[in-house]
């Protein structure tokens, strides 16, 4: 079973980046989608982005796309999400998560596809 540790969150202002990183514990990483997540107050947990096992196929949310980034380093166990250009409506916080589920890439937004789940880490940005 894969343990997920998020890392990198802050209080930022608006137009600043921010990388968060998720370090992932077991031999079965590889195997694993991972996605990342953000549930701000009040509100449902909501999708943000999701990257194959390989890492050579990647989606985003239409609110995200275009400022994140998503990648990872199977040798560190480690996926990361680039936030650019960050906007006060990113304020949340955010999980990583660890699948085995396959479908389209698509079709990952669902948190119930989504077998682990790290404690999250706060982004807030600041107007």
């Known amino acids: 079973q894969v343990q997920l540790v998020e890392s990198g969150g802050g209080l930022v202002q608006a137009g600043a980046s921010l990388r968060l990183s998720c370090a992932a514990t077991?031999?079965?990483?590889?195997?694993?989608?991972m996605g990342w997540f953000r549930q701000a107050p009040g509100k449902e947990r909501e999708f943000v982005a999701v990257i194959s096992s390989g890492g050579g196929a990647t989606y985003y949310a239409d609110s995200v796309k275009g400022r994140f980034t998503v990648s990872r380093d199977n040798a560190k166990n480690t996926v990361y999400l680039q936030m650019n250009h960050l906007k006060p409506e990113d304020t949340a916080v955010y999980y990583c998560?660890?699948?085995?589920?396959?479908?389209?890439?698509?079709?990952?937004?669902?948190?119930?596809?989504?077998?682990?789940w790290g404690q999250g880490t706060q982004v807030t940005v600041s107007s």
């Open positions: 077991g031999d079965t990483f590889t195997s694993h989608r």
């Open positions: 998560a660890t699948s085995l589920y396959y479908t389209s890439l698509a079709g990952m937004g669902d948190p119930g596809r989504y077998n682990g």
